[in-house]
């Protein structure tokens, strides 16, 4: 499978072959949903100059390509209806609750559920309408329609915005992907089974539970995770198919989940690519240097040991490789330093794949060095770097150098830009004296 073409200067991909699979392939994207990507939207307003064309790299091949691991059964009919879009709204609580067992909001949940509330609290799901998707919404559906981007990042029909909302539901948005975006469909509640088999307790608050199999399905998550078949491709590629890729991968023969890995003892945490601790869990580095003569060569590997999907999954981040030599005072020294990227990168305007590096589950990147010893160095260092929102920088730096997009969500749309800036971090790093 080593078949992706010519790699870049310096680095390489190594991609071992999924050998144990059935031949087995499931048609999973006819669904009625309509779920549109929400880059596909940014992009048709896209106005600004393409970014210089980057050399030819390694393509990470198209999951038609790959079997699935184990045959996977189709999303429940529970499931479809439980996510279709866009959502029923609730209607009315029965009449002899009290107020607090028919609210929606998530405070109101966390009142009684109080370690999901917190760990929620601190989630990117409690973050779905941020600075960055409501400063696009604040202009209009000539920038992107509310529904569309909402479906998943808040996706209850009372968090629509009307024109003569009186506050209630611009509140209920701010929750962003809330308890009851995922818990909750005609008032009724559904929740995984209890752990120790027990039914819902009679006589519970909003009249106990539904248990349902389903939370604990990788396909839960799928709904938001994976665009559907028939969405915009580049390189046969759906801009997000996270399930697609786990799909593919031993952990899912193996059964463990999304939620084994993103909730484990049911935590309502969500770590992922902006977690520094989550993100060292996903690989492996090995740095060697060598020196022959007044030459140094080198290579540091990353190797995906811990993402049960591609690492890193979407589009918007990117995991920098770097090799420097530090002079005395730990500095690195101008002119030694090499770079990589581990990354789907994508045009901004969505219109073409400039490389994709991104690894399933057991293959390995490299970065080779070679360079000539510099007189003042006296050691060397490789860094794995993450930037987890490296797509959302570039893209709201072209957007806003148009002076007429978005006069409303302008300012907004600056914070985001800020926090997407300072999300980078290192993720790995080794100093070692000179070879
Ligand atoms: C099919 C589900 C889905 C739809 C529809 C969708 N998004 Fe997203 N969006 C996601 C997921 C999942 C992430 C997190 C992963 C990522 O960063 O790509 C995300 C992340 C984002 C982010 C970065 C995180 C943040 O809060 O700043 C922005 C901005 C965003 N989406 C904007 C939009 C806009 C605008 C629309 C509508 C045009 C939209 N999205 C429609 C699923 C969706
Ligand atoms: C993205 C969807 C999602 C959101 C948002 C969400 N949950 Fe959950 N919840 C789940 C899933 C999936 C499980 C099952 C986890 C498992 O068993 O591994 C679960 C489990 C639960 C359980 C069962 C006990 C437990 O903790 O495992 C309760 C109670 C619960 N959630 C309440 C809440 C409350 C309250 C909120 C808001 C503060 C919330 N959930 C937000 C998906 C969600
Ligand atoms: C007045 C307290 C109270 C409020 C408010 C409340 N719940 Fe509950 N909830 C409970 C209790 C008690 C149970 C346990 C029922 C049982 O054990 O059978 C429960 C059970 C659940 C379960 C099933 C847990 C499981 O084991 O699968 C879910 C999911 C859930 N609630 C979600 C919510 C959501 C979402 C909200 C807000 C929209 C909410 N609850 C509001 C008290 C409350
Ligand atoms: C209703 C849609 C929806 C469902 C269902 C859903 N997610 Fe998400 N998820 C999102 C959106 C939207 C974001 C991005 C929020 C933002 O930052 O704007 C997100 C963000 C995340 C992130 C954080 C990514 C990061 O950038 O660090 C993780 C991890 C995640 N989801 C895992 C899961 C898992 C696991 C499940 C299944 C249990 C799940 N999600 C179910 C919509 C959903
Ligand atoms: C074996 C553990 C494991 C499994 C299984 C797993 N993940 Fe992850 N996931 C990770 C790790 C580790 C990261 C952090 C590194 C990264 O960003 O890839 C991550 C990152 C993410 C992110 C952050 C965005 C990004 O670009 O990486 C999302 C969203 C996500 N996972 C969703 C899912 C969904 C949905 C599933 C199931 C279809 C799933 N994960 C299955 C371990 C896992």
């Not at 038609?64 to 029923?88: E, G, M, Y």
């Amino acid at each position: 499978m080593n078949d992706e073409g010519a790699p870049r200067a310096g680095a390489s991909t190594e991609r071992p072959r999924f050998a144990r699979t059935l031949q087995e392939r499931i048609l999973w994207g006819a669904s009625a949903l309509l779920l549109v990507v929400c880059a596909v939207l940014i992009a048709r307003r896209f106005a600004g100059p393409a970014p210089a064309p980057l050399p030819e790299s390694a393509k990470a091949a198209a999951l038609a390509t790959i079997p699935l691991a184990v045959p996977q059964p189709p999303a429940s009919d529970w499931l479809l209806a439980h996510f279709v879009a866009p959502l029923p709204a609730q209607g009315e609580p029965p009449a002899d609750w009290t107020p607090i067992e028919g609210r929606l909001d998530a405070a109101a949940c966390g009142a009684c559920h109080v370690r999901q509330l917190e760990d929620w609290q601190s989630s990117w799901h409690a973050q779905g309408m941020g600075p960055g998707v409501v400063g696009q919404l604040l202009d209009g559906p000539e920038i992107a329609d509310a529904a569309t981007c909402q479906r998943c990042h808040a996706p209850l029909a009372e968090q629509l915005v009307a024109p003569d909302d009186d506050g209630t539901a611009a509140a209920l948005r701010g929750d962003g992907l809330s308890c009851a975006g995922c818990h909750v469909r005609d008032h009724t509640r559904s929740g995984p089974p209890k752990a120790d088999g027990t039914a819902p307790m009679e006589g519970a608050p909003h009249d106990g539970f539904v248990a349902q199999e389903a939370f604990g399905d990788a396909r839960f998550c799928q709904s938001c995770h994976d665009f559907e078949a028939g969405q915009r491709t580049l390189e046969g590629k759906l801009l997000q198919e996270t399930w697609a890729e786990w799909a593919r991968t031993d952990y899912a023969q193996d059964g463990v989940s999304c939620q084994d890995c993103h909730m484990p003892e049911g935590r309502h945490l969500w770590k992922g690519v902006h977690d520094p601790d989550m993100v060292r869990s996903a690989f492996t580095a090995t740095a060697t240097w060598a020196r022959a003569g007044e030459k140094l060569t080198a290579s540091l590997e990353v190797t995906n040991t811990g993402a049960g999907h591609r690492f890193p999954t979407y589009t918007t981040p990117q995991i920098t490789l770097r090799m420097e030599q530090l002079d005395a005072a730990g500095a690195p020294i101008a002119g030694t330093s090499r770079e990589g990227a581990i990354a789907r990168r994508v045009k901004p305007d969505l219109t073409e794949e400039l490389f994709d590096t991104r690894l399933l589950p057991g293959e390995r990147h490299v970065l080779a060095y070679d360079a000539p010893l510099s007189p003042l160095a006296t050691a060397v260092r490789a860094v794995v770097e993450c930037w987890p929102d490296e797509g959302y920088s570039r893209f709201y730096t072209i957007k806003l150098r148009d002076p007429d997009w978005a006069p409303n969500g302008r300012a907004l749309i600056r914070t985001a830009l800020e926090r997407a800036n300072a999300s980078r971090f290192v993720a790995w790093e080794q100093t070692d004296p000179l070879p």
